[in-house]
């Protein structure tokens, strides 16, 4: 789910070509991944893509080699679904869009979709729809931790495909959000990449408004690295719908860490994107919802919140961080396409699954 990528790092990284040599991808090999499942997708440097796949509980870092520079503006694809499904030689009822991450190089848009419980690659330059084949790649591939057992069930639903949720890189890091085989289930991880034995594990607590306690079970569905004044932290959201705080200094490997809940945005919604960009020099934070309008938020006012630790007195209600309704609804994915634009996947008032691109002075 999707990330903010630093005007100055696209341009650093823009006319860099990914090279055997290349500091990130010098120790990685040639041949086939064995991925299983797509679960989330997400661009670091280079043209590298990160590949989450729940099912095997790893992370494969793909090098696309796409690195063409790109200054489009706009990247559209009316009836997006129907186009994806007709290129793979199905139908949309067949398929499922389960990730899409912007190339910040070359502009492209890809897709992972899950077919007939296989997964692809998809790839979108222009209106062109390509498969990206993973045969035969460059890649590097790392195994988490102590994820949680694929025999784990929660209410008749297995829960292996909440090994991970999300992924953020930022700061030579990728930090991994998920469900591990620990008593308190819900956790992040920071990997350093280029990867190597290493991975911090972190399991995690928060303060449910809307529920009245603490908890430790749910998964964070979407998060966002950002750098406040006083540090890097991860801006979590979880279903049904408290935004949680965690500062990366306390994701120390075995910690266990109380996020502070700044906000109760509503129940019986999940977050499914939260990304940061700007407007007019300033920066605010996106959440897209499954159930309510994309919000807007200030992180100074997240900075500012004090952590909620009472219960909603209002089942419906809304409490903490002020927010601002955007007159966008039923966002299922979206990225960053540069500091000016954000790409949404979204789902129109016609019953069409476009794919089209917000400027943020609209946001």
């Known amino acids: 789910m999707k990330k903010f990528i630093i005007a100055t790092l696209m341009v650093g990284i823009a006319g860099l070509a990914v090279a055997n040599n290349s500091d990130y991808t010098k120790a990685f090999e040639r041949g086939t991944p064995n991925i299983q499942s797509i679960s989330q997708i997400e ?20 090098s696309t080699e796409d690195n063409s520079p790109s200054s489009v503006e706009s990247v559209q694809l009316k009836e997006a679904d129907k186009k994806i499904a007709a290129f793979l030689g199905a139908t949309v009822e067949q398929i499922r869009i389960t990730d899409m991450a912007v190339n910040p190089i070359s502009k492209s848009v890809y897709f992972s979709v899950n077919r007939d419980n296989q997964s692809v690659l998809i790839k979108l330059t222009g209106e ?4 990206f084949t993973m045969a035969d790649v460059l890649y590097s591939s790392i195994t988490l931790n102590n994820p949680v057992s694929t025999e784990a069930e929660r209410r008749g639903r297995k829960l292996r495909r909440l090994a991970i949720t ?3 890189f930022k700061d030579d890091k990728l930090f991994v959000a998920g469900l591990s085989n620990e008593e308190f289930s819900s956790a992040f991880r920071a990997i350093p990449f280029p990867f190597k034995e290493d991975q911090s594990f972190s399991t995690l607590e928060i303060f449910h408004v809307s529920h009245g306690k603490y908890e430790t079970h749910a998964p964070v569905t979407a998060f966002e690295p950002y750098e406040f004044e006083d540090g890097l932290e991860l801006i979590a959201g979880y279903t049904c719908t408290p935004l949680v705080t965690f ?48 919000m807007r938020v200030r992180p100074a006012d997240i900075a500012a919140q004090k952590s909620l630790t009472e219960p909603l007195k209002e089942r419906h209600g809304t409490v903490g961080v002020d927010f601002a309704a955007i007159a966008e609804v039923y966002v299922q994915q979206m990225d960053n396409l540069d500091k000016n634009n954000v790409v949404f996947l979204q789902l129109m008032p016609n019953g069409n699954l476009d794919l089209r691109t917000v400027k943020t002075s609209r946001l």
């Open 43 to 62: 661009f670091g440097p280079e043209g590298i893509l990160f590949v989450g796949d729940a099912m095997t509980a790893s992370i494969v870092a793909i």
């Open 128 to 131: 062109k729809l390509e498969e």
């Open 166 to 168: 999300d992924l953020a």
């Open 247 to 294: 500062p990366v200094s306390q994701m120390k490997n075995g910690q266990h860490v109380k996020g502070k809940t700044v906000a109760e945005l509503g129940n019986r919604n999940m977050p499914v994107e939260i990304l940061a960009y700007q407007r007019d020099g300033e920066d605010f934070i996106l959440i897209a919802n499954s159930k309510r309008n994309v």
